[in-house]
């Protein structure tokens, strides 16, 4: 016997954005949560599951959470280099950022195109 469900800590992962699932744990027999980070787990005794309807499926959730994590450097990216441009007085330097900009907006084409192309959107 596992040791009992924490209520605080099932409404901390809650308030975390966790999602209550409708599978159980079947040594605590309560519900598993799956963490932002993708993660499932029991809140009683820890234990972490993957669950995946098929190995289809578990490829297409590992591609969607990379295309996600990768979108989000891209913009941090192009937001760090849209604050050099502002601040920038110097031309060559002004067109190196232009460069860096237009590869990332690149890479954010490619990755639409991969979204459609796997019907991630
Ligand atoms: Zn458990």
Not at 9 to 19: E, I, N, Q, T
Not at 80 to 107: F, H, P
Request: overall charge positive; proline content about 3%; some cysteine.
């Amino acid at each position: 016997m596992a040791g009992k469900p924490s209520i605080k800590r099932m409404a901390d992962l809650l308030k975390s954005g966790a999602v209550m699932l409708s599978h159980v744990c079947p040594n605590c027999k309560i519900p598993l949560f799956k963490l932002k980070t993708g993660e499932t787990l029991c809140p009683s005794c820890g234990t972490r599951y993957y669950i995946v309807a098929d190995s289809r499926e578990e490829t297409k959730a590992l591609v969607t959470t990379t295309i996600e994590r990768l979108e989000r450097t891209i913009m941090t990216k192009l937001n760090t280099l849209n604050d050099m441009l502002g601040r920038s007085t110097d031309y060559n330097e002004e067109m190196q950022i232009v460069n860096s900009l237009i590869k990332w907006l690149e890479a954010l084409e490619r990755i639409e195109r991969i979204k459609r192309y796997t019907k991630l959107s």
